[in-house]
């Protein structure tokens, strides 16, 4: 009897720990991906969870790393933390620096680690098309894995949505070529699914349709084993609106966002809206599963209108569809521009509501809605728009906003942190801060953090790039409080005598001393010897220099505005020449950088899609999205240039041409010749149709060296 009581309990054990290895597989795969020389010298087991906190503890033991964690989330925060703290070594959207240590380093005494956030959110729509609009799947797997490493669990996930779509609406009497004519182009779906636009940028293929929705239901599984929650697309009542023809009582028009018609929104009160909701989400099941717990998607973004419709209701009838289908589900809704209002919140079963509350480095409004009348919300960062160019992040009151929520009357309905920029190929110093906050109780010494930061982004310790980053604290990544957003560069500007911004929301006007921030890049260029191999160094060397010939364009556009002003000839030549000599040097410059080339994003572009048709679509949108964004029928739009990028081929061919018309012709002007006004906005719209011819210029050592003493002079 005792025999066979051991032989139960030995197999219950193998049992045990046959689903402990086989749970953290997707974890051991992506040490394999990312730092295969640890591939036999990490173990993982799993912890047994006594409360609610997530926590992880690290060990070394006769040459093995031993993690142990109470999931597959936290296990891989766990690797991150080893890698960062001990083998100074990370990933980033901006170069990895993950190549092997000589000798495995040693936990003295075994660390634990509590992660008191039980969500770290990432992702905003427009991320999906300013950043990720032509992944591969080899695109998919680096941003997975970065965001597991970085403790993200909870991210949005609306790719493969046009199948859903084209699923539901063919139920419903629409044709394909309403359907075609309803789903965006591959670089505008974020805008689609808020509820902003139809069909622009379109249509799309079959193929393409078909390919997103296989490319999803990849990304679920990889994100499954990772412990990555997906926030899925909700039927929120959003509808084509060619559902007008047949069922006009059933459906709200929205009106206009900017110069584009929105789609109309079913009356959520309706027996139509409901029978839809049915629908789509039976669609979504058999495409992508049941286990799906948080669904995106709001109602009357940045506009739109209720008519007569009982906002309350409304709300009610939406999470009453999700919990229909998915019981115990989430509504993910966005903290933005005023929404959600107190009528949609009224009615709602609050413990399935999360805000992600946008903006939280320059706004309290989690604190002056009382956290949305004490809805569950997550504290996050925008941080960047359009994926433009330009060194930015309130790095002190981001540190100083998390720790004062925290200890605030609503830290109840705090449930974690969370990134949303539009675009996430900049800055990952911010995106690290904000990341790093759930392992802390305190508030964050951004300083001591910076020294942790360098160390494990350059993969030493260096005196000179510290003091750099001192620097760099209270000059771009200052906290002034009434600058909100990057300092855009004049250089991807439109043409004009009083250029303030590049973007119609942006801002031109530096915040930060230019000098100093110049002394701090020379401090930062005295390492460079010393990291000539480092990718990660290296990308931040050329956003740096990149920075300072941006503020020297600055003020070289000022100098030849004056000269302007002053109708004198011979000072316009002069300063207009200088100006037209920095933005090509720029393009020299961002010429011999992996970051910031237009060829990145076009190549991606070119290889989007199956068929060659997807192809040229993809290039389209991706030239589109630069330049005039939309709509290609009305010069007045204020969206032109709001994606721009100063990028080495984008300053050459199309910015320096758009300030070489307005040069020619102010050159007349200052004469006293009257002349017309170029055509910027049909120029753009040119350049996107046509292919673009450029070849980098390549720089040797000597040239190359002479151009960044020119740069820093």
């Known amino acids: 009897m005792k025999k066979h009581i051991l032989l139960l309990l030995s197999f219950w054990l193998t049992t045990v720990m046959g689903m402990a290895d086989n749970r953290f597989a997707g974890v051991q795969s992506l040490v394999d991906r990312r730092v295969p020389w640890l591939k036999d010298k990490v173990m993982f087991e799993l912890l047994p969870q006594t409360d609610k906190v997530e926590t992880f503890t690290l060990a070394t033991h006769d040459g093995k790393l031993i993690i142990k964690a109470t999931g597959e989330n936290v296990a891989c925060m766990g690797l991150n933390h080893y890698l960062e703290d001990y083998c100074h070594r990370s990933m980033s959207h901006m170069g990895d620096n993950l190549g092997p240590v000589n000798r495995l380093p040693e936990i003295t005494s075994p660390v634990t680690r509590r992660v008191d956030m039980p969500l770290r959110y ?4 427009c991320t999906f098309n300013y950043t990720m609009s032509f992944y591969q799947w080899e695109d998919w797997e680096h941003e997975l894995d970065w965001m597991a490493l970085h403790g993200v669990n909870l991210m949005l996930m609306p790719i493969g949505m046009e199948k859903v779509w084209q699923n539901t609406l063919r139920k419903f009497g629409v044709t394909d070529l309403q359907i075609r004519n309803f789903i965006p182009g591959p670089g505008y779906t974020a ?68 110069f584009f018609e929105r789609p109309d929104i079913l009356k959520p009160t309706g027996k139509l809206f409901g029978d839809m909701a049915d629908v789509y989400y039976h669609e979504m099941k058999k495409l992508y599963g049941t286990n799906l717990k948080y669904f995106g998607g709001d109602l009357f973004h940045e506009g739109g209108l209720t008519g007569t419709l009982n906002v309350s209701d409304c709300g009610l009838a939406v999470q009453s569809a999700m919990e229909r289908h998915f019981p115990g589900s989430t509504w993910v809704l966005q903290g933005w521009s005023g929404n959600p209002k107190p009528a949609l919140l009224a009615k709602l079963n609050r413990e399935k509501v999360l805000v992600v509350d946008l903006f939280g480095e320059n706004s309290e409004v989690w604190e002056q809605t009382q956290a949305y009348g004490g809805t569950p919300f997550i504290w996050c960062v925008v941080s960047n728009f359009g994926e433009q160019c330009g060194m930015y992040g309130k790095l002190q009151r981001i540190a100083l906003q998390i720790d004062k929520v925290r200890h605030s009357p609503y830290k109840n309905c705090l449930k974690g942190v969370g990134i949303m920029p539009e675009g996430i190929n900049n800055n990952p110093v911010v995106y690290d801060l904000v990341l790093h906050a759930p392992m802390t109780d305190g508030k964050i010494n951004v300083e001591e953090w910076l020294r942790s930061y360098i160390t494990y982004r350059y993969g030493a310790f260096n005196e000179d ?226 292919p673009v011819n450029y070849t980098p210029v390549k720089l040797n050592e000597v040239q190359m060296e002479a151009l960044v003493a020119d740069i820093l002079r």
Not at 470 to 493: H, M, N
Request: aromatic fraction near 14%; charge should be positive.
């Open 191 to 258: 805008w689609w699914l808020m509820g902003n636009l139809e069909g622009w940028g379109g249509p799309v293929s079959q193929t393409f349709i078909d390919g997103q929705a296989q490319m999803a239901r990849r990304l679920l599984g990889r994100m499954e084993a990772l412990g990555i929650r997906p926030v899925m697309q909700g039927f929120y009542g959003m509808v084509s609106r060619s559902i007008r023809d047949r069922h006009a009582d059933a459906v709200i028009p929205q009106g206009m966002w900017g």
């Open 465 to 690: 790039i510290y003091a750099a980053w001192l620097i760099f604290l209270q000059t771009i990544y200052a906290s002034v409080p009434e600058k909100y957003g990057l300092p855009e560069s004049v250089f991807c500007a439109r043409p004009g005598t009083k250029v303030v911004n590049t973007s119609s929301w942006g801002v031109r006007a530096r915040y930060y001393d230019m000098d100093f921030f110049k002394e701090g890049v020379k401090r930062f260029m005295k390492a460079r010897a010393a990291f000539s191999n480092s990718e990660t160094y290296s990308y931040d060397m050329f956003d740096l220099l990149r920075q300072v010939q941006s503020d020297k364009g600055n003020r070289a556009y000022d100098d030849m505005i004056a000269a302007i002003e002053a109708k004198d000839v011979a000072r316009f030549e002069r300063t207009s020449d200088r100006f037209l000599h920095l933005l090509l040097r720029q393009d020299t410059l961002l010429a011999q950088s992996k970051g910031f080339t237009l060829d990145r994003w076009l190549g991606k572009a070119a290889c989007f899609g199956k068929t060659e048709g997807d192809r040229a679509l993809a290039l389209k949108n991706a030239k589109m999205q630069l330049t005039f964004w939309g709509p290609d029928w009305n010069p007045n739009t204020t969206v032109h240039d709001y994606a721009a990028k100063e990028w080495s081929g984008m300053l050459k061919t199309l910015y320096y041409e758009e300030w070489k018309m307005f040069v020619d012709v102010w050159r007349q002007r200052v004469r006293g010749i009257e002349m017309i006004e170029p055509d910027y906005y049909g120029y753009q719209i040119a350049w996107s149709k046509k």
């Open 122 to 125: 990432a992702l905003n729509y």
